[in-house]
């Protein structure tokens, strides 16, 4: 199992440019989310998804959009990219509520993104 | 989601037991609480996580009060490898993770 991939690991943007973040993993997950991460903070919580065709909202979800047509896919969107959106994103996987919360999060390894 | 409460930082000698605390006095009965730990920049790793009863993995421990509001993280004989930020989370998937414990193992 490669477990949860994320990509790019690194990606430079100019203000107002558009991007796709990539995560997918193989481990027959219900739930992913997104996660992103600036210096000296927690993991804040963007967008999540219990599973194909279902997505919600999490503490930070203005200026970008997700979607889950499949299982293993979750992409993030940032549809006009904004200095403030430079941050450490990360995604995350588990079984899933299903589980009765029996399920550790899986996370991938970051993509790091700089919005000039 | 439960609400967390760590301590901000914790030092810890190689060698010696690392004992992490963590408050999380809203969490129902039937939420589970959860450890990870994020070395650097890396994604954060899952290390346990329990219900009621103490539980131990090839990683750490984790002692649950029994009135279950609070839990202590022990890894065992820290190392060097052991230095990173550690995250207590109570409750399901949508897991919202606060600013954690900077663990600090010193040779």
């Known amino acids: 199992n490669a477990g949860v991939t994320q990509t790019p690991k690194f990606q430079v943007l100019k203000t107002g440019q558009s991007m796709t973040l990539q995560c997918a993993q193989d481990?027959?997950?219900?739930?992913m989310s997104w996660y992103r991460q600036d210096p000296g903070m927690g993991l804040r919580l963007i967008h999540y998804?219990?599973?194909?065709?279902?997505?919600d909202q999490g503490e930070v979800p203005n200026g970008y959009n997700v979607s889950r047509s499949t299982t293993e896919d979750f992409p993030l969107r940032l549809l006009s990219a904004a200095p403030s959106q430079t941050s450490v994103y990360f995604c995350?996987?588990?079984?899933?509520?299903?589980?009765?919360?029996?399920?550790?999060?899986?996370f991938g390894n970051g993509t790091r993104l700089t919005v000039t | 989601d439960a609400k967390t409460t760590q301590p901000t930082s914790m030092d810890c000698a190689e060698g010696r037991a690392a004992n992490l605390p963590c408050n999380h006095s809203?969490?129902?009965?039937?939420?589970?609480v959860y450890w990870y730990r994020q070395i650097h920049s890396q994604g954060p790793q899952y290390i346990i996580h329990?219900?009621?009863n103490n539980e131990t993995n090839e990683m750490a421990s984790l002692i649950i009060t029994e009135d279950r509001k609070s839990s202590t993280l022990i890894l065992p004989h820290a190392t060097l490898r052991d230095t990173a930020v550690y995250y207590c989370?109570?409750?399901?998937?949508?897991?919202?993770f606060g600013k954690g414990t900077m663990l600090l193992v010193s040779p």
């Open positions: 329990g219900l009621k």
């Open positions: 989370i109570g409750g399901y998937s949508t897991l919202t």
């Open positions: 995350a996987s588990s079984y899933g509520i299903g589980t009765g919360g029996n399920s550790p999060l899986h």
């Open positions: 998804s219990v599973g194909a065709g279902i997505t």
């Open positions: 481990m027959n997950h219900e739930y």
């Open positions: 809203t969490i129902s009965g039937n939420e589970y």
